[in-house]
């Protein structure tokens, strides 16, 4: 492993994505429950885009599950559902989560940029929010790529160079979540489509457009969350969907 996957893993083992939207244990039934409603409020495209409910019976990877909040979900709606992070600390939670949710997951630590699986293994690979954390996102999509059996989708988020967010936080000198983790890319639509080169087809969908922020506190975030949130989604979509801060790419092999 190198040295740059090394920190990747050290940060990852040492950060919880969102923790400061929950008071309960860590590993507790209501820590997950927390978390999960903070991501589907914060998220609120993911559910209605993804149908965690429309992969039943199919074998489906997630890559960089984290503590399992949508894998719990693929496995509730029927999907043979396994994951892998880089950090033990995500796995651990993760199989937790199964457990309290009651759902099957095959849980694994394992590196994205080299997938422990064989070629042609799932119908389905799901890499939400991970390429852009990664060391060298070209070599985890062409294994996303190459554990897909032919005609199998992919299904990758990475972050909006050219989006709201991204210009607003530097007006505002306010840093987004995790950017003192170990790589933080952004990527324009074109790079990010020539990052899916692998693929046979793809197709690139703009979302997550401002909602009120629970996060942040202070002049700024009342300035954000009543005045920008609702000036920004008045304004008509067409014209501002390309400056969605998400990357959305569903993927044919």
């Not at 090394?6 to 040492?14: A, V």
């Not at 979900?73 to 992070?85: E, L, N, Q, Y």
């Not at 989708?153 to 003192?180: C, G, Q, T």
Request: hydrophobic share 40%; with cysteine; charged share 25%.
């Amino acid at each position: 492993m190198t040295t740059t996957l090394q920190h990747i893993r050290r940060y990852w083992n040492e950060h919880i994505h969102d923790l400061e939207m929950t008071i309960h244990p860590i590993g507790s039934v209501e820590f997950f429950d927390d978390l999960a409603g903070y991501r589907y409020d914060k998220l609120r495209y993911l559910p209605r885009i993804m149908q965690f409910d429309g992969y039943r019976g199919r074998a489906l990877l997630e890559v960089g599950c984290g503590i399992g909040t949508d894998l719990v979900r693929f496995a509730a709606g029927g999907a043979v559902v396994t994951g892998v992070d880089l950090s033990e600390t995500a796995v651990g939670l993760a199989r937790a989560n199964g457990r309290h949710h009651d759902a099957r997951l095959r849980l694994l630590v394992g590196d994205g940029e080299e997938l422990p699986f064989p070629d042609g293994r799932f119908d389905v690979v799901y890499a939400h929010g991970v390429l852009q954390y990664t060391a060298d996102a070209a070599a985890m999509v062409r294994e996303c790529h190459r554990v897909l059996r032919p005609g199998g989708e992919a299904i990758f988020m990475v972050y909006n160079r050219i989006s709201w967010l991204n210009a607003l936080s530097k007006v505002m000198r306010v840093p987004l979540e995790h950017e003192d983790a170990p790589v933080l890319n952004r990527y324009s639509i074109r790079e990010f489509r020539r990052l899916l080169e692998p693929f046979k087809e793809s197709t690139i969908v703009p979302e997550r457009f401002p909602v009120a922020s629970r996060l942040h506190k202070g002049w700024k975030a009342s300035a954000f969350n009543h005045g920008f949130v609702g000036t920004f989604n008045a304004l008509p979509r067409a014209l501002v969907r390309r400056f969605g801060w998400h990357l959305m790419a569903f993927c044919r092999r």
